[in-house]
C-alpha cells in the first residue's frame, strides 16, 4: 500500500494554493505534528481546515481523523534506514557522491513504485497486448527512449510493433490502428503534449491503451484504459531524466516478463530464433 507522505508528494502539484501549504508544512514537520488537531495543524500551517481537509480527500481518506491515524502508523512502521529521503544532485558533488546517491535513487524510484503499481491492470494490460495484432508505441525525449526498448523486447516474441522518432510521424500512425490492436503510451509527466493529443485521438478510437506515467491524475492517466503508475523524485537541478527513466524500464521489463511468462509455449521458439541470431551476429 503506498504510504501518506508519497502521496502528498505526488499530488501536491494538483492541490490548490492553500491545500498545497497544508501538505508541505506536513512534509516538513513529520514526527511534530501527530496528535494535531486539525484546528491546531490549520494555525501552524496557515492552510484553512477545510483546506487540510480537501487534501486528506484528495489522497484518499475520508477525513483528517482516518489520515492522522494512517500518517502515526506509518512513522511507527518505519525502520531507521527507510526514512531516507531521495537524495539531491547538486553542482559540484564528488563522484563518489554521485554514485551512491544516483543508484540509490534508481533503486528507491523501483522500489517506491512497487508500492503502487496495480496487478490487476498490469494483468489487463498484459493481456490486451498479447491478444492485439499490433502494438503501438508512443513518447517523446527520456519516453521515446524507454519506447524503442519496449519495440525491441516486443519483437523478439513475434508481436508486431512500431515505434515512430518524431511526433508528426506518431500522429499519423494512429490512423492505421485497428480495433484489436493496443497501444502504449509513455510520458512521466503525463502531460507531454504530443502523446497527451495522441491517447485523446485513440480514445474516439475502439484501442486499448495503456499509459506508462507517474502516479498522480495526470492528463494522459484519465485518457488511457489502463494506468501503470510510477513513483520517482524530482531534483533541484533539472539535468535530465534518471531514476523516473529506470521506473519506466522497469515496467517494461515486467510488462514483457509477464506476457511471456504466462505464453511461454507460444514464444519459446521466437526466443530461441532471436537468441540464436543474436550469437550468429556476435560471431561475424
Known sequence: MISC???????KDYFKKSERNAAEYILEHLEEIIGLSIAELSQKSGASQAAIMRMCKTVGFS?????????????????????????????????ESLIKNISANSKKAIDDSNLIID???????????????????????????????????FMRINKQ?????????????????KENDAAILISWSGETKEVVNIAQILKELPITTICITKYGNNSLAQLCDFKLQLLSPEFSMRIG????????????????????????????????????????????
Request: some cysteine; proline content about 1%; overall charge neutral.
Open 5 to 11: 507522505t508519497l502521496k502528498i508528494k505526488e499530488y
Open 63 to 95: 477525513g483528517y481523523r482516518e489520515f492522522m491515524i494512517a500518517l502515526a502508523g506509518e512513522l511507527a512502521a518505519q525502520k531507521p534506514e527507510e526514512q531516507a529521503d531521495y537524495a539531491d544532485i547538486s553542482p559540484g558533488d564528488t563522484i
Open 119 to 153: 496487478t490487476e491492470h498490469i494483468s489487463q494490460a498484459v493481456s490486451a497486448l498479447w491478444k492485439a495484432e499490433t502494438i503501438a508505441l508512443y513518447g517523446i525525449g527520456a519516453s521515446a527512449v524507454v519506447a524503442l526498448d519496449a519495440q525491441q523486447k
Open 161 to 177: 510493433c512500431y515505434f515512430f522518432g518524431d511526433s508528426y510521424r506518431q500522429m499519423t500512425s494512429t490512423v492505421n490502428l
Open 241 to 284: 531524466a534518471m531514476s523516473s527513466r529506470i521506473a519506466q524500464l522497469n515496467m517494461i521489463d515486467i510488462l514483457y516478463s509477464t506476457l511471456v511468462s504466462q505464453n511461454y509455449a507460444q514464444v519459446k521458439q521466437h526466443l530461441k530464433k532471436t537468441h540464436m541470431f543474436g550469437k550468429l551476429k556476435e560471431l561475424s
